[in-house]
């Protein structure tokens, strides 16, 4: 079955550098991968998606590329700040409906002053 | 708009007894579904909805009971609460057809069983 796999489950970088998180899936390509952003204690927010046929999507300081030869996603955070702390998950959509979303497990990025 | 609302946000019980998690959302949205969220599990899907008077199964749907008899509310049932089932429960909610399907998600019910 299909797996959407986050393998750093937590990273620290310094304030200021750009903090790159990888999602991996097995199997086929899904058309969608979305990406979230969860504070403790709070339920997940919608950031990004990025389909199958788009290379890359920037919002912000936030940029999501999707690599089908590689089959992985990569999220990126440029100049981050203490405040982009959080846990970060990535999720897989197999088609176009509203088919349930699979998520990862996440990575919880720290960022140091 | 609230959003997606979630009740009790915490809650004990014995093994045994039985309860209901509330979920509500006034976005009109189509679609919703409850997760747990264990650590190192991340959020596994229980059950889902595409509109009122239709659910099906996710991942793990053992123990737990659902219905959707209106658009806004989607109730996640426990039956027989087991210790296993100890775990903070999402709520969301997508707008059917959206091309972002977006999930608007609830703050959570964490939720202990003794």
């Known amino acids: ?113 | 708009n609230a959003g997606v609302t979630q009740t009790p946000k915490f809650q004990v019980l014995k093994t045994g007894q039985s309860m209901t998690l509330q979920c509500a959302q006034d976005m009109n949205h189509e679609y919703m579904s409850w997760y747990r969220q264990d650590p190192g599990m991340g959020l596994r899907l229980i059950h889902y909805s595409v509109g009122a008077g239709i659910t099906d199964q996710g991942e793990v749907p053992n123990g737990y009971n659902v219905s959707r008899s209106t658009t806004e509310d989607f109730p996640l049932r426990l039956l027989s609460a087991a210790p296993s089932q100890t775990s903070v429960y999402f709520c969301a909610s997508s707008p059917w057809g959206s091309p972002n399907n977006e999930q608007f998600f609830g703050p959570g019910t964490r939720l202990t069983v003794l």
């Open chain 1, 1 to 113: 079955s299909q797996k959407i796999e986050q393998n750093s489950e937590a990273l620290n970088i310094q304030e200021g550098k750009t903090a790159t998180l990888t999602c991996n899936y097995t199997n086929y390509s899904p058309a969608y991968l979305q990406w979230y952003r969860q504070d403790p204690g709070r339920g997940p927010v919608f950031l990004l998606l990025i389909r199958e046929n788009e290379k890359e999507k920037r919002k912000e300081r936030l940029k999501v590329t999707f690599d089908t030869t590689l089959k992985q996603s990569l999220f990126h955070i440029t100049a981050s700040q203490p405040a982009d702390s959080a846990t970060y998950l990535c999720a897989h959509q197999p088609d176009s409906g509203n088919t349930p979303l699979v998520f990862g497990k996440g990575t919880r990025l720290s960022v140091i002053a």
